[in-house]
C-alpha cells in the first residue's frame, strides 16, 4: 500500500483532512495517507504539499514518484535544487471556474467604466463602446488564460493574446516575442496579466512597457504581483497615462497597511481570491495523479523545470 505524505501548512491539513481521503477513495485508490514525516523517509511514495508546506529538503524522500502541488504558482518551490522528484502544479477547473469570474467581472466593471457613475447627484450619460470595440489583451496564453480568453469571447470581446512562444487559441489574436508584446500593449485598453512568474517575466511591466499602452489604458492583474514593477504603476497611474488597475496578486503579501496601493484613488486592492485552490476539487485532482501513479500512466500538469512552470 503506497504511503502519501501531506506536507502542506497546518491550515490546509484542516481542509484536506477528510476531503483528499475522500477524493481517494472516489478514484479507487487505497493508500496510507499521513500528516507526520515517517521515520523513514524512503517509505514516502507520494507528497502532497504547497509552496506553504514544511519540507525544505525533499533529497530523503529517495523512492517519491510525486510531489504534488496544491497551488497553480509553483515558482516559490521550483528553485529548490533538492526537489528531483516529478512536480505536478494544481489545474483544479475549480480554480479556472474562479478566475474567470474574476476576470470577466472586473473586465465589465472597467468595460463599462461603473467607476465613472459616481452617486453624487449629476446626471452623466457615459455610453460605454460594444464590447467587440474594446480593445482587451490577456499576457499568458496558458490554461488560465485560453480560459478567460474564452469567456470574453462569450460576452462579444475579441481579446488578444500574448505569450513568451507561439500559441494557436481559437478566437485569440495571439502574438509572441518581444516585437509581439511591443504590437499587444499599443493595443490593449484593458491589460490582463495571466504570465507565470519566471526571471523573464518578473518586472515585466515596468515604466518602459506601461508607457505603450494607451492613454487611459487600465491593468488587472490576478497572475503574479512581482510581475509588474510597483513604483512605474504608481508613477503611471499618478501622471494619468492609466486609467486604473485591479490588483490581487504583490510582491510581499498580505500587503503591508502602509503600501500606496492600499489608499490609492485609481487602485483596487483584493487579497489574493481571483483563483483561490477549493480543496474539494483540488482533492480530486491529487488523487487522480495518484491513482495514475499507481497504474503506471503519464502524470498530468508536469513542471517544466527549464520554463519554471
Known amino acids: 500500500m503506497p504511503l502519501i505524505l501531506f506536507a502542506g501548512s497546518p491550515d490546509e491539513w484542516v481542509a484536506y483532512q477528510q476531503t483528499l481521503p475522500a477524493a481517494l477513495k472516489e478514484a479507487g485508490v487505497e493508500a496510507e495517507l499521513t500528516a507526520e514525516s515517517p521515520a523513514d523517509p524512503g517509505r514516502v511514495d507520494y507528497i502532497v504539499t504547497s509552496p506553504a508546506g514544511r519540507i ?3 533529497a530523503p524522500f529517495v523512492n517519491c514518484r510525486l510531489v504534488q502541488s496544491l497551488w497553480a504558482g509553483v515558482e516559490r518551490i521550483t528553485g529548490n535544487v533538492t526537489l528531483t522528484q516529478p512536480l505536478a502544479r494544481m ?3 475549480a480554480l479556472t471556474q ?4 474574476y476576470v470577466t467581472g472586473h473586465v465589465l466593471r472597467l468595460h463599462l467604466r461603473m467607476d465613472d457613475c459616481l452617486q453624487d447627484g449629476r446626471w452623466r450619460r457615459i455610453v460605454p463602446p460594444l464590447a467587440a470595440e474594446r480593445k482587451v489583451a490577456i499576457l499568458g496564453l496558458g490554461e488560465l488564460g ?5 469567456a470574453l469571447g462569450a ?3 475579441r481579446p488578444l493574446g500574448w505569450s513568451r512562444r507561439p500559441h494557436d487559441v481559437p478566437g485569440v489574436e495571439t502574438h509572441s516575442g518581444a516585437d509581439g508584446l511591443t504590437h499587444v500593449l499599443s493595443q490593449a485598453e484593458i491589460l490582463i496579466t495571466l504570465l507565470p512568474l519566471t526571471p523573464e517575466t518578473e518586472g515585466l511591466l515596468n515604466a518602459t512597457r506601461l508607457a505603450r499602452l494607451p492613454k487611459g489604458a487600465s491593468i488587472i ?9 510597483d513604483e512605474a504603476l504608481l508613477e503611471a497611474l499618478d501622471s494619468g497615462h492609466l486609467g486604473r488597475a485591479v490588483l490581487d496578486v504583490f510582491r510581499e503579501e498580505p ?8 489608499t ?10 481571483a483563483a483561490a485552490t477549493r480543496p474539494a476539487t483540488a482533492a480530486r485532482v491529487a488523487a487522480e495523479n495518484i491513482r495514475r501513479g499507481e497504474a503506471g500512466e503519464p502524470l498530468l500538469h508536469l513542471v517544466d523545470r527549464r520554463a519554471g512552470y
Open 264 to 273: 490609492h484613488p485609481k487602485v483596487l486592492v483584493t487579497p489574493h481570491i
Open 146 to 150: 485560453q480560459a478567460a480568453a474564452g
Open 56 to 58: 525544505s529538503d525533499y
Open 91 to 93: 489545474v483544479d477547473p
Open 98 to 101: 474562479g478566475m474567470i469570474e
Open 221 to 229: 492583474n490576478p497572475g503574479r504581483g512581482p510581475l509588474i514593477m
Open 255 to 262: 500587503l503591508p497597511p502602509a503600501h500606496p496601493f492600499w
Open 155 to 157: 460576452l462579444g470581446f
